[in-house]
């Protein structure tokens, strides 16, 4: 084997290596569960056909000021007066997707948002796998609101991000 021959095979051995470790990385089991949370987050937002808006993107509108409504979609006492995002406000949603709503629910959630259609709603829960918030931007698209979007991170992605939190009562 000539010192060009080996040089070749050695570097190429090195690159299979590298290519093998980096590759490593997403055999470590969390690959499946993040797989599911995707797929699931993508059915939730076509069955709802509303938006979504990533954590600092949310983060970013609230600091230049869009005009927007943030609603909290967990339970009052035992989220919201604990911490949430500055400036939203409370709507309790169940986890389960809310499949039906009576005439009642759906006058007192629209008296809720208000009468411009247009508005910007933001809709966030506790993290990715809670539903609360599917169910808030949903029914909102139902009720012919059309700028809907869901901060799926909910407010753990919130105070991982380092974002101040607001606490207290609506």
């Excluded at 012919?144 to 380092?162: D, L, S």
């Amino acid at each position: 084997m000539t010192k060009k021959h080996g040089f070749f095979m050695g570097g190429l051995l090195a690159i299979v290596a590298l290519a093998l470790v980096g590759c490593g990385q997403s055999w470590s089991g969390k690959e499946l569960a993040t797989e599911t949370s995707g797929v699931n987050l993508s059915r939730e937002t076509s069955r709802g056909g509303y938006q979504l808006v990533t954590t600092p993107e949310l983060k970013t509108w609230i600091d230049q000021k869009k005009p927007m409504m943030i609603i909290d979609t967990m339970p009052l006492n035992d989220s919201y007066k604990k911490q949430h995002v500055p400036g939203a406000v409370q709507y309790d949603f169940p986890i389960p997707e809310v499949k039906a709503m009576d005439d009642a629910a759906k006058a007192e959630f629209e008296k809720f948002l208000g009468p411009d259609k247009d508005k910007t709603l933001v809709f966030y829960c506790g993290f990715v796998k809670c539903t609360r918030s599917h169910n808030g931007a949903m029914w909102a698209v139902k009720l012919g609101y059309k700028n809907v979007y869901r901060c799926p991170g909910g407010i753990k992605a919130w105070m991982e991000a380092g974002y101040p939190v607001a606490k207290g009562d609506k």
